[in-house]
């Protein structure tokens, strides 16, 4: 690797949960999941409410912040919000851990792929995506990885 690449995080290097099971918001239990959908709903809601043209400062405000989720704020994934994968809706609600741009693969499959090809270019060449690490559930494995895909802070 020259010195003008950049290095990246591999894909889920330094991502780790934390045990929430005081937090009742990320429980998987079926009072919970029907509760975090009826939030969901009522934040979809609000988030179009402040998709608004020459909005008042206290809206455009609103909007910047739910535009800009920083790690520990609760967070839902939008771009996904019509499906109905149900699965997908819970692992979309939760603790925003971290959001970055890094590897798309591993340095391990990464290797594996230039063994089989190598005409694929160095790693300067290597593709990068830009995930997003959300705890949806109370348990520290609860964490899914994301891409292509967009989040929202959920005001709290």
Not at 43 to 57: D, F, I, K, Q, T
Not at 81 to 93: E, P, V, W, Y
């Amino acid at each position: 690797m020259n010195e003008t690449t950049t290095r990246y995080p591999q894909p889920r290097e330094g991502i780790s949960g934390a045990a929430r099971t005081e937090d009742d918001l990320l429980s998987l239990n079926d009072k919970a999941i029907a509760r975090r959908f009826m939030m969901m709903g009522t934040v979809r809601a609000l988030h179009s409410a402040v998709l608004v043209g020459n909005p008042a400062p206290k809206v455009a405000a609103m909007y910047a912040r739910m535009t800009d989720p920083r790690p520990g704020d609760l967070v839902m994934e939008i771009t996904s919000s019509g499906r109905r994968d149900i699965d997908a809706k819970i692992k979309g609600f939760g603790i925003l851990i971290d959001h970055r741009e890094e590897w798309m693969t591993t340095d391990e499959e990464w290797t594996a792929m230039l063994a089989e090809d190598p005409g694929l270019c160095d790693e300067a060449g290597r593709s990068h995506d830009h995930a997003w690490y959300v705890q949806y559930g109370p348990a520290p494995e609860d964490v899914c990885r994301w891409v292509n895909c967009e989040f929202i802070a959920i005001p709290t």
